[in-house]
């Protein structure tokens, strides 16, 4: 076969293959394309339900105790009564009076705070699933996770805080009624009005204190846990739920070494606020002396709340959406 022959065949097999894979590449990015753009919304109703449904549980389980354990923190940061004091009392209590103690504004402010917590987290989950159409338990481990957690949490959370720093932290000075006295003849004392005591207001500085402290708390309950997960020995957890759920308990009530003394410091700046200030060596005092028992308490509130609160709402919505799947 002559040259020129050569040359015209392999004209006519680069036109006729270039055509083919020029329409592939086109079929295989409008593929891309359009999975890319098209969201996963089956059941999308059911999934929302299913969010709800397992902070709304989650919540009612672990409330109760985490509302005992703030107040006897409360309480002893600014009376200096002992925790098991006020824990065993709220306890009588909750089971004299249940419905007084579960309708009663503690209890919903710690419900409120920790179910918005649970929805948020799993609502970001489900939007990451449904815009990225992706399976349902995907779990966002970024920044929008962390902010809208955060933004949620902290915003309720300062607001409780400054309810229950006024519930049960330090009350101001008593309201005194001065005598006067009548200068007409009989010398008789005439009490005049009471004279109103300003009630105290919750510093600038607190606020800003329980801000910071609620960002770990969040860092260390949503974010970290699953990045830590994978890097748990097997020898301590050997099956990816087992690691998952150690990494949920453990880094929210190991975070507490480093929260407590932002939220000791922030309470104590509330409860004593005499005219002059005082020194930042006695502050540091005071947050030495409670140091110790109140980061175990924290402990005892973040683990439920983080802990048992974030495995039960995992779990449960884990469950509920394999069953909405199957559907």
Excluded at 127 to 135: A, C, I, V
Excluded at 136 to 165: E, H, Q, S
Excluded at 197 to 213: D, E, G, M, N
Aim: aromatic fraction near 8%; include cysteine.
């Amino acid at each position: 076969m002559s040259r020129n022959a050569l040359t015209q065949d392999s004209i006519l097999t680069m036109a006729t293959i270039k055509p083919e894979q020029v329409r592939d590449r086109q079929e295989s990015s409008s593929l891309a394309r359009s999975k890319a753009s098209r969201w996963n919304t089956k059941d999308l109703g059911k999934r929302v339900g299913v969010d709800v449904a397992s902070a709304a549980t989650a919540g009612a389980l672990t409330c109760p105790l985490i509302t005992i354990i703030d107040r006897a923190i409360m309480e002893k940061a600014s009376k200096g009564f002992p925790i098991s004091q006020t824990i065993n009392t709220c306890l009588r209590s909750m089971v004299a009076r249940p419905s007084a103690f579960f309708l009663g504004t503690p209890f919903l402010l710690i419900y409120t705070l920790y179910t918005s917590t649970y929805l948020t987290a799993n609502t970001i989950d489900t939007l990451r699933s449904m815009t990225h159409n992706e399976h349902y338990n995907t779990i966002d481990t970024g920044l929008p996770k962390f902010f809208a957690t955060t933004i949620v949490n902290m915003a309720i959370c300062v607001y409780k805080d400054a309810r229950f720093a006024k519930m049960f932290g330090a009350s101001p000075p008593s309201t005194q009624i001065r005598p006067t006295i009548n200068t007409s003849p009989t010398r008789q004392f005439t009490p005049r009005a009471p004279v109103p005591t300003p009630a105290l207001q919750i510093p600038k500085t607190s606020y800003a204190l329980f801000c910071l402290r609620d960002s770990i708390t969040i860092w260390a309950s949503f974010n970290i846990p699953s990045l830590l997960a994978p890097s748990v020995p097997d020898f301590i957890a050997s099956s990816p739920h087992m690691k998952a759920s150690l990494a949920q308990f453990a880094c929210p009530a190991a975070m507490q070494f480093a929260s407590t003394p932002l939220h000791l410091l922030g309470l104590d700046l509330y409860n004593r606020q005499p005219a002059g200030g005082l020194r930042w060596t006695e502050r540091l005092a005071r947050i030495r002396r409670d140091y110790v028992p109140s980061c175990f308490a924290r402990m005892g509130k973040i683990v439920p709340a983080y802990g048992v609160g974030g495995v039960v709402n995992v779990r449960m919505r884990d469950y509920l959406m394999r069953r909405v799947e199957g559907n």
